[in-house]
Each structure stands twice: as C-alpha cells, then as structure tokens.
C-alpha cells in the first residue's frame, strides 16, 4: 500500500537503484535513481504483462492515480487495452474540436455540396460566432456561451451592428444542424443547443405578402432606363423583373449558363436553392440585354460583371424603396413574389408560374413528369415582357393584362 508521506520522502531523493513499489490491483510506483516517482499501472493481455504510465508524483496525486487505475481496470473488463484508450482520451483532451472546427467541418462536408445559400451561412458564422467562441472547445462550450452569441445578435452593437432577431433563428438552426451531424458522424459531441428553439433566441420570419404595385413597379423600370442606381443594380433588378428568379440565380450567374443560339438560360444545381437545374426560355425582347452583358463583359466572366456578396446586394436592395419615395418597404425578393402575381393575372397557368420560379411540381406530377414545358414558359415570358413593356410607355386607354394577352395572341 502506498502512503503520501512516504512518496513524499522518496521523491526527489536519489536512490542506489530503481525502486518499485505496490498499492494493490495493478497500480504502482517506480522510482528512479534520481528519485524520480512515477506511477504505473501493470496488467495483462492474451497472458502476456503489460505496464503504462499514469503520471509523475506529485503532479500527478496519490488520489488521482487510484482513480486513474480504477478507470484502466474499467476498460480491462470491457475487453480494451487500457494503454490505446487512455492515449485516444489523452489526445481528445490535449487537442480538442473546437467550435469552430466543428461548424467548418458541416460545412465542407455537407452544406458546400447541399446548401445553395452556404456563403451567406460561413459569413454569419465568421461575423457572429467564430470572434466570441470559435476557439472554444465543442464539448466544454456551454449554453450560456451560444445564448451570448445569440443576444448580440438579436440586439444588435450600437455603431457597429443593427439587430437582427430574424437572423438569429436562422444561424441558431443552422448551429443546431452542424452539431447534430457532427455528432452522428462522432466528430464531435455536443447538445448544448437541443433544447433551444427561435423564439428562445429571436424572432420567427412573417410569412410576406408584399407584392409592388403597378406604379410601384413603373418608378423602378423607370429609374433603371434613366440610369439613377449603379450599373450591376440596374440590370440585375430589370433580369429579377424580367425572369423571376432568386437573386442569388442572377448573382452567381455566369455566362456559360447562357445559351444565345437556343436562346435558354440553364442554371446549374449549383446555384439552385432546390439543389435542381432550372431552365428558362430567354424572352425576345431581353436577349438584346444578355447580348450587351455578354460584348462588355466577356465570355468566361460573371453576367453582371463581377461576384459581389449576398449581404452587399441585399443590402443594396433593401434600400431601393427609399430613393424611389415608395411609403412601404420592399426587397429584391418580393420582386419574385410581384412576378408571380401577374403571371397569375396574365392567365398564365400555374404549373408553369412554378416551373419558371424553380419550384418542383406537387404530388405525382413531381415524379412521372420530367416536361421542362418549354414552350408554354417561352409564352408566358413573353407575355409579361409585352406587359412590362406596356407599362413603361403606356399607351392611352389601355388595360395592361388584356392588351398583353391580345398581343401575344395575335403573334
């Protein structure tokens, strides 16, 4: 049996010979000439004798090496070697998964190849999670940590950040997301933020109704032709106008997507919030517009021009309404919303309305009807063009939707 005291009188104590000492069921002390304690722990494996160190007294107590030893016997009955686990645990310790290695981790190995809006998510994390707890580890962060982060979000900082409490529960959901596959995939465990919903932390999105009015729309046409916005707004707010789509569509937008021969714009998976390629007809009336993009900017460049971040032009577009004295608010989104509404209105039907915003069709049709409906998309497309047109110079008495129709018709 060993004693502090007298591990306390050996230690540092030089001795004639190495020592070895006993305190029962494996654990023992070996003492070196220079008088050097360490504690050892002595078993057997297939019948042959096994020994591993614990720790050097007194750094490492008396106590502490009995529960040590208590553990290694532990992982004998289980039927492991106590030296393998020991050295795993050691390194999980010494070389932990932080906060951010785990987020990062969901995001190459899931979220790049399966989250279309993955750049707007890895900037959230770089701007609110990773400055405050990105180097803490997984395992040891505790809610308390995360809620932090989270408040700051929701409250914004005065001078520097507006609050964001619709934000917030999307990067929650997100973290949630990147623990749990973490977890399932034992890269790291953690669940600390099980139990935490949005409302716990912010806001829930409102489900948004708003859709321009006609001279809501004609003041935005209007300013676009007097050239009163930068050169990449103008003509991404005419194409988000024109087509319907996600502004991230046009934004990753490049020009190989873009067949003038065919006249089709193809976007890939890639940029397709839905994960599936999108294919719409390029109406008449705009392939003028993709032919100038493609004379200024090049063949192997971007449709506008240049990348820019999603935050830079949603930013940008939330403040269009300002400059054009609109009373209510809107964004680049509600642009599709506006575009689907008057397709609706034109008569247009509405499974091509869903195939022109990239939905996928409902029910059966979602599985048995592989029809891009090219040509009824081509039809509406133009449609809504000659009703655009129409709109920007109008002409006297003239009902916009059915001089549209009535045009179409008569081609």
Known sequence: MLYETSLRALNGKAQPKVLEQSDGKGLGVRISKLGKVRFQYRYKINDKNKRMDLGDYPDLSLRAARDAAEECRTWLAEGHDPKIKRSMGREKTLA???????????????ARDSRANVEKNIAQFQRHIYPYIGH?????????????????????????????????????????????????????????????????????QRKKDRVLSDVELYDLLNSIQRKESSFYMRYLCQLLIVFGARTQELRLSTFDEWDLDLNLWTVPKAHSKTGTVIIRPIPVKVKPIIEFLYKRHGKEGYLLGELKKGETVSGSGSIVHKRLKHKESWSLHDLRRTFTTKLNDLGVAPYVVEQLLGHSLGGVMAIYNRSQYLPEKRIALDMWCEWLELLINPSDNVVLIGAARQSIGST
């Open 96 to 110: 932990p998964v932080t906060v951010q290695q785990a987020l990062e981790y969901w995001i190459e190995n899931y």
């Open 136 to 204: 803490f580890p997984l395992e040891q962060t505790e809610i308390r940590h995360w809620i932090e982060c989270f408040d700051r979000i929701r409250r914004g900082i005065k001078g520097k950040q507006r609050p964001a409490p619709v934000a917030v529960g999307q990067i929650l959901q997100n973290a949630k997301q990147a623990l749990r596959f973490c977890r399932v995939r034992h890269y790291a465990i953690s669940r600390e933020l099980d139990d935490l919903t949005t409302i716990d932390v912010g806001k829930r």
